[in-house]
Nanobody
Framework: QVQLVESGGGLVQAGGSLRLSCAASRSIFSQYTMGWYRQAPGKQRELVATITSGGSTNYADSVKGRSSISRDNAKNTVYLQMNSLKPEDTAVYYC????????WGQGTQVTVSS
């Protein structure tokens, strides 16, 4: 079992930046592929970005060039830096950890005003 706690969401104006953090409970955090997903009202949950245990990253086209995922294995924490935010980035952002099973955090709300 892995417990994930997200933080860093909030209200920001279009063009602004936010950094989301996700702290994991397990000491073997470094072995997990970590990811950020988001779900807007009335829409399905979608991938934002992932980072493997080896540091390889993958981004959704919608955030590529505007977002950066990183991890600090010493702190059991993964980050999502989001820049040039748009109103369409408004969603609940979820952290996920996957080794065999995928574990989810509770989510943090990001609202981008126009």
């Amino acid at each position: 079992q892995v417990q994930l706690v997200e933080s860093g969401g909030g209200l920001v104006q279009a063009g602004g930046s936010l950094r989301l953090s996700c702290a994991a409970s397990r000491s073997i955090f470094s072995q997990y592929t970590m990811g950020w997903y988001r779900q807007a009202p009335g829409k399905q949950r979608e991938l934002v970005a992932t980072i493997t245990s080896g540091g390889s990253t993958n981004y959704a086209d919608s955030v590529k060039g505007r977002s950066s995922i990183s991890r600090d294995n010493a702190k059991n924490t993964v980050y999502l830096q989001m820049n040039s935010l748009k109103p369409e980035d408004t969603a609940v952002y979820y952290c996920a950890a996957q080794l065999v099973l995928r574990y989810w955090g509770q989510g943090t709300q990001v609202t981008v005003s126009s």
